[in-house]
């Protein structure tokens, strides 16, 4: 008889992940090499979460989130991963925009953005430099209760060609609107727009590839196709429920297994991890209640469009923000029907390591759950149709001849998102302002549950996942090693 996909499992770990996007992968790493002994399971078949890439025939590797992050990727990759990871992180330097309000082209850069703020615009220049000092001043303990919209108005009153520029990177990035805190608009501003956009050269397979082999290094342990269906409790010192393993399912062959830890770390989605994986039994009402009340963030819908091989596109930017809308409206962006979508064109560069050059464009676009989630079959299917048939024609606008020289189309909408992550209405950027709190005080609640993964807004993108996935796993660390966890 063959061995069952979840006999090789320990039946007990120091700490279990659950889910392996960057900050469950990161999370599991610090906690390894701290000396832990971590089991990380992920019920998909590849580990990323939503950092992640996928073959088509005729050679088509599509790059589902890597379109851009800020610099201090580099630093976070050399420190919590290793020197090799950091060194393939490369600056983009051409991101272009088309609209009916500006046509314009820019490193993405404080300096540039100064420059066209004042030149192009014809912004006051002490206006400008008072917006920047502003953004670098916000501190998330201010209790700042302004929204984007109140912080734009005040520096760049009636200017909405102004808050567009300021404002549709960030909504395609982490799902901002205008009535989200201006806090939170602050310190993602800060750390996208002060030093241009970065991506990762060799592609997200490779990245991926090269943290798997770190985790390898590390002693952490992978369970892939094994879906984590809850969180176990005992009854901890003080009486209170206190996370102690989880049960797992092999996707592959059904089995089951209840799996005991000292604490668990879970990527999953905040509001997934404590009202479902841990279940409202197990936390206090009133906590459980503030769980209810976060709101998730927006989700997306993507075209891949594969270029067939032997064809090239010409030079046409790394990054292209297109919309016929005017103005910018936060609502126009996750409309159903908006005309607004950016292009991520991946030149043979993205992966130097293929033996011939290739190119690929991805549309991203802002959707809302809602619109997708109960469409029947044929309406989902015609949609889905609709959103390729648009994303090829918008690119022929920018790069005439472009159709003729693809090859392959397919799109993802917000139920993609929701099927390979499990999140909360397919949220692609987590979830909105309140979440971060809800995320930092599950310990306090749930003694030995601990949440890292997008919240905030802050916490979200490459770097808010990655950067959150370390905080957590000192957090987790400190508390195995305090009696609280009884482990010591
Ligand atoms: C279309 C799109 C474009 C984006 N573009 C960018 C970009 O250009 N730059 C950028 O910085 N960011 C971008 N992002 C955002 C970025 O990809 C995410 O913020 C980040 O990758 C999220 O990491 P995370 O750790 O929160 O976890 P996620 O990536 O959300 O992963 C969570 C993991 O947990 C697993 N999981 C959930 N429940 C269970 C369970 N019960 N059992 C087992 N496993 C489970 C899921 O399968 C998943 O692997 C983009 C996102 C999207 C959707």
Redesign the pocket.
């Known amino acids: 008889m063959p061995a069952a996909h979840l006999d090789s499992l320990q039946s007990h770990y120091d700490v279990v992940v659950?889910?392996?996007?960057?900050?469950?992968m990161t999370g599991a790493n610090r906690l390894a090499r701290l000396g832990h002994r971590v089991l990380l399971?992920?019920?998909?078949s590849q580990?990323?979460?939503?950092?992640t890439s996928f073959r088509r025939p005729g050679g088509h590797i599509f790059d589902?989130?890597?379109?851009?992050?800020p610099q201090g990727m580099v630093k976070s990759c050399r420190k919590y991963w290793s020197p090799a990871v950091a060194a393939s992180i490369r600056q983009i330097h051409d991101i272009r925009f088309d609209n009916p309000d500006f046509k314009l082209q820019t490193t993405f850069d404080r300096a540039d953005f100064t420059r066209l703020l004042t030149e192009h615009f014809r912004a006051p220049a002490e206006h400008v430099a008072a917006f920047f000092a502003h953004l670098r001043d916000m501190n998330y303990y201010d209790r700042d209760t302004r929204t984007i919209r109140d912080l734009f108005d005040e520096f760049f009153p009636a200017r909405p060609d102004i808050h567009r520029l300021l404002l549709e990177p960030i909504a395609?990035?982490?799902g901002s609107t205008l009535d989200d805190p201006a806090i939170a608009y602050g310190i993602v501003f800060s750390n996208f727009m002060n030093a241009g956009v970065f991506t990762f050269q060799g592609g997200t397979d490779v990245f991926i590839g090269r943290l798997t082999d770190e985790l390898r290094a590390s002693g952490v342990e992978i369970g892939r196709r094994?879906?984590?269906?809850k969180i176990l409790f005992e009854s901890g010192p003080d009486g209170r429920p206190q996370a102690r393993g989880v049960r797992v399912k092999s996707l592959r062959d059904g089995g089951e297994r209840d799996i005991a830890c000292g604490a668990v770390f879970s990527?999953?989605?905040v509001k997934?991890t404590v009202l479902r994986?841990a279940g409202e039994a197990n936390v206090p009402a009133a906590f459980a209640a503030d769980a209810h009340a976060v709101r998730v963030n927006n989700?997306?819908a993507?075209v891949y469009i594969g270029v067939r091989a032997g064809e090239s596109l010409p030079r046409s930017g790394d990054l292209l923000f297109t919309s016929e809308a005017s103005p910018f409206s936060s609502d126009e962006l996750v409309d159903f029907h908006t005309t607004s979508r950016t292009f991520s064109i991946y030149y043979p560069e993205t992966r130097p390591q293929l033996a011939a050059p290739r190119y690929a464009v991805v549309a991203?676009l802002n959707q809302r759950w809602e619109d997708w989630a109960a469409l029947d079959d044929a309406d989902y299917a015609r949609h889905k149709a609709r959103l390729v048939e648009e994303a090829l024609s918008g690119l022929e606008k920018h790069i005439p001849g472009s159709r003729a020289k693809t090859d392959w189309a397919e799109a993802a909408t917000p139920r993609t998102?929701g099927r390979?992550?499990?999140?909360w209405e397919g949220t692609?950027?987590?979830t909105k302002f309140e979440g971060l709190r809800v995320s930092l005080e599950l310990p306090e609640h749930v003694p030995g549950l601990f949440h890292?993964?997008?919240v905030g807004i802050i916490m979200?993108?490459?770097?808010?996942?990655l950067n959150?996935?370390v905080i957590v796993a000192a957090k987790t660390d400190a508390y195995l090693r305090s009696s609280a966890s009884g482990a010591v």
């Open positions: 659950i889910g392996s996007g960057l900050a469950g399971l992920e019920h998909h580990l990323g979460g939503l950092a589902v989130s890597l379109h851009g992050f395609y990035a982490n094994c879906l984590v269906e990527n999953a989605g997934n994986l989700s997306s993507q991203s998102v390979y992550t499990r999140h692609s950027f987590g890292a993964g997008s979200s993108g490459w770097l808010g996942a959150y996935g």
